[in-house]
């Protein structure tokens, strides 16, 4: 099982207007069954439906999103239950209304988003802050990055991840590589600069609508990459990103946008980018990943708690790129294990990076091989989605594994 | 392609069963709007939306309907569209090459009469000493080069009335984006030799601390944008830097240079779309000079050359003679003002012939004939064609020539040789600046090179750095 094909599967049809073409279609077969199609799951153990209001991950009280450690002294805020994409809306106005430089434009905000980030933010700020751009990836980065060294804040939207390539010359020639060829400038650098973009698998996405691409930034450097796991992570990482002064890719979990809902402080913070944070202190196995991810992880080390007995310490990298070595190596030289899961392909992706620093800074220590429980080395294909994406089982096993070596 | 998908994943997507955005969007910009509209209930601020967009179509475009007896198509995507019952193709080899605006001829002397030029005595003779200094500045650097003493140079002969004559048209707040063969431009805006020789040297004074190739300038007083090695993308960040003057409501400009070959590259077609679509006041200034290193337009594109691009795009166009720096400076000038008055485009498309190598890597006569480039040396270059108007009026003489002349090559001189003894900046500056603030890894790799310069100090020049500590 992945999350994807037991969020959708709740959400209702379109309605009648939409469907007519295909009720007129006669067919002795029922509707096709997609991934995220709702399946009999009464025999499985592991790869059980995740319900994210049971998720310790997220917050579902305000005292305890207000209890966040991470959250400025003094804080005080009312709360409000948002999923994750009224949670990047709320930090998108937050951004605006503080910030009189700052622009969002992409294709098709001005409406609302077609993942409704950005609705009503035209309404609030104007068409001169809030506008659709022509279909083109790298224009829309380039134009990102002329506003950024003229000292606004760019917050441009790339419609989905696996888009994002067009603009990858952009990303990597010109805003990652700005600060450093100008000598560190105070104006001419495109620091000011977030490129928001809806990541992961959805359940159904194919090819183009699931890819995981933060493993393409390791190799880049000027540029943090930053991957939220609920609501109220990513509207901190949000805000902190657009006043960070480095270009920050964000990539938003598209799965999570209605799936993830918790309680959100209304009011403005930050929360730290470059840290990973703990989400489950533990001693046996050091288990680490990000996004989507830390959902099945959770699943996967209750598994393991109660099938045997493991105590799994589990870390939410955040920030993917660079990532945080201090807690992870603290943690591995604790547990003296460690796994790392991801959606993405296992060939350069993050969990290569990891695995590597781990072995060198906690090699005497390494009581097992470095697990990575990955996406295998092949596109997304449509109809095996489930088998691709890491599940439970695959997750349980991989920490199996790891403290039966 | 990715449309009808993303529909399908946001109608699934949706919490409430109502229709997918696109589909709204797909639905609201089509005829009978109104009537399908009332059927769904949409949320306040959509609908305001949807308003907007709606009564933006129909100012442009006169109502979203098609009227039967109309003579012209409503189709959103084309206006005022005649309807013809002949078949036929429009045919880029019917169409006449778009003219070149002169100021001067080849000989110097004033073919557009009915223009005044308002550039004086001072201006005139400021305007040649750069273009003079700018290539004696280049056949220094080319032979330095040659000599080993820089690693590498691009020289601007045959260009520098372009670049010259548009900075000369352009006011000191404008901003500049460039390529890499616009010195002129720079030099008439007051970067000096100084700066110059620091950049070329990497030496501790340049601004890039020595991390860029050589004629990759910047400068923050002059409001030029640090040159990058990759071509055309710094045409959107114009277009960007433009939409920002234009929330400030300055009167100023951006002006984006880049070459023929560059206006191949993908980020020209963005940026001059997302220009038009946003009016943003930017002028695109494209140098045709006929190569694109050993790659001649024949090559390089089909149609007319740039300048019949700008009007596909509903940017205002002319195209100018590159070698007429009065006619550079007129049309820059023109373009200019409309880009700042309108709050829009400009494309210039000017023509020149690359005179030099492209770049101190390259011997053009591998793909091209020598003859060629010495008739045009000969025939017709900027320097020549403007000396002759400045004798003409008498504002020059063959004695200021031989002395001004002797003296910028004294100049030139003197900054290189400074340039060439100061100390190449600190080693501290490998990790800065990668990021606003050093991250711990670089501060590790900091540490672990540090303790290679303590173990094995011989093996590098750590003499040359003007603080080796790290």
Not at chain 2, 23 to 40: E, I, K, N, T, Y
């Amino acid at each position: 099982m992945n999350s994807a094909r037991h969020i959708l599967p709740r959400l209702k049809l379109p309605p009648a207007p939409l469907r007519g073409a295909l009720i007129a279609i006669p067919s002795s077969q029922p509707y096709r069954s997609y991934s995220s199609h709702h399946h009999d799951t009464s025999k499985r153990k592991l790869n059980l439906p995740i319900n994210y209001n049971d998720s310790t991950y997220l917050s579902h009280t305000p005292s305890s999103a207000l209890a966040h450690p991470e959250l400025p002294a003094g804080f005080a805020s009312k709360t409000k239950r948002m999923n994750l994409y009224s949670a990047i809306n709320d930090a998108l106005a937050t951004i605006l209304s503080t910030d009189s430089k700052s622009l969002i434009f992409g294709e098709d905000v001005s409406f609302g988003g077609v993942f409704r980030c950005t609705m009503g933010l035209l309404d609030q700020f104007g068409a001169q802050r809030v506008f659709n751009t022509p279909l083109t990836e790298q224009g829309i980065m380039g134009f990102a990055i002329g506003l950024s060294s003229s000292g606004y804040t760019a917050l441009p939207e790339i419609q989905f991840a696996d888009y994002l390539f067009p603009a990858f010359d952009q990303i990597h020639n010109e805003a990652s590589k700005w600060r450093y060829r100008s000598g560190g400038a105070k104006v001419f650098n495109s620091g000011n600069l977030v490129i928001r973009m809806p990541t992961g698998a959805v359940g159904h996405g194919g090819l183009y609508h699931s890819q995981s691409p933060e493993g393409f930034f390791l190799g880049m450097q000027g540029v943090k990459v930053v991957i939220p796991r609920g609501p109220a992570q990513a509207k901190g990482l949000l805000i902190a990103a657009a006043r960070c002064g480095d270009p920050v890719v964000f990539m938003e979990p598209k799965i999570l946008y209605r799936g993830a809902v918790e309680e959100v402080p209304v009011g403005d913070y930050e929360l730290p980018l470059g840290k990973a944070q703990v989400v489950k202190e533990g001693k046996d196995v050091t288990l680490i990943s990000w996004g989507t991810m830390l959902y099945t992880c959770e699943m996967a080390a209750k598994a393991a708690k109660e099938r045997l007995g493991v105590d799994v310490e589990v870390i939410d990298l955040r920030t993917v790129h660079p990532w945080d070595k201090e807690t992870v190596t603290n943690s591995v030289l604790k547990t003296g294990r460690c796994v790392i899961v991801h959606e993405a392909s296992r060939a350069g992706g993050v969990g290569e990076s990891v695995g590597a620093e781990v072995q060198e800074r906690c090699f005497t220590r390494l009581e097992a091989p470095i697990e990575r429980v990955t996406g295998w080395d092949v596109p997304m294909p449509l109809v095996f989605e489930p088998f691709i994406v890491p599940d439970v089982a695959r997750v349980f096993h991989g920490i199996k594994k790891t403290v039966e070596y | 392609m990715r449309v009808p998908i993303s529909r399908s994943l946001c109608a699934l997507s949706r919490s409430q069963p109502s229709l997918c955005p696109q589909s709204r969007r797909a639905l609201l910009s089509s005829p009978g709007v109104r009537s399908l509209s009332s059927r769904f209930t949409t949320p306040r601020s959509l609908s305001y939306t949807a308003t907007r967009s709606l009564s933006s179509t129909a100012s442009r475009n006169g109502g979203i309907r098609q009227a039967p007896d109309s003579d012209s198509v409503s189709f959103p995507g084309a206006v005022k569209s005649k309807f013809t019952h002949k078949l036929e193709f429009h045919r880029p080899q019917d169409m006449p090459a778009m003219n070149t605006y002169r100021y001067i001829n080849a000989e110097g002397v004033v073919v557009d009469t009915e223009r005044k030029l308002d550039i004086d005595k001072n201006m005139a003779r400021k305007m040649y000493q750069d273009m003079v200094r700018t290539s004696i500045m280049d056949l220094i650097m080319y032979d330095s080069q040659r000599q080993g003493r820089i690693s590498f140079y691009m020289v601007s002969a045959g260009e520098e009335g372009i670049a010259v004559g548009s900075a000369a048209a352009l006011e000191a707040e404008d901003v500049l984006y460039s390529q890499y063969r616009e010195q002129g431009a720079l030099m008439y805006r007051g970067y000096t030799l100084d700066e110059f020789m620091s950049q070329l040297f990497a030496s501790k004074d340049d601004y890039g601390k020595g991390r860029n190739m050589p004629v990759h300038y910047m400068s923050e007083k002059l409001h030029l944008h640090p040159i990058s090695s990759t071509l055309a993308t710094q045409i959107p960040h114009a277009v960007g830097a433009a939409y920002a003057m234009k929330m400030e409501n300055a009167q100023s400009v951006v002006a984006c240079y880049f070459g023929e070959g560059a206006a191949s590259e993908g980020d020209f077609h963005a940026a001059l779309n997302i220009a038009a679509t946003r009016d943003c006041p930017v002028v695109f200034i494209c140098r045709n000079n006929g190569y694109a290193i050993s790659t001649p337009t024949l090559e390089q594109y089909k149609g007319d050359g740039i300048a019949s691009r700008g009007i596909g795009y509903g940017i205002e166009t002319i195209r100018v003679d590159g070698n007429d720096i009065m006619a550079v400076y007129a049309v820059t000038k023109a373009a200019r003002e409309l880009a700042s008055k309108n709050q829009k485009p400009v494309l210039i498309e000017a023509m020149s012939y690359r005179v030099s190598h492209h770049s101190t890597s390259d011997d053009s006569f591998a793909y091209r004939a020598k003859v060629d480039v010495e008739e045009w040396k000969r025939r017709d270059n900027p320097i020549t064609r403007f000396r002759k108007w400045l004798e003409a009026k008498e504002w020059w003489s063959d004695d200021e020539e031989v002395a001004f002349r002797t003296q910028a090559r004294k100049d030139v001189l003197t900054a290189f040789a400074k340039a060439e003894k100061a100390k190449k900046p600190p080693l501290g500056d490998i990790f800065t600046d990668v990021f606003a603030e050093m991250t711990p890894e670089l501060k590790e790799q900091r540490a672990q090179l540090k303790a290679i310069l303590e173990e094995y100090p011989d093996e590098y020049e750590l003499g040359e750095f003007d603080n080796s500590r790290l």
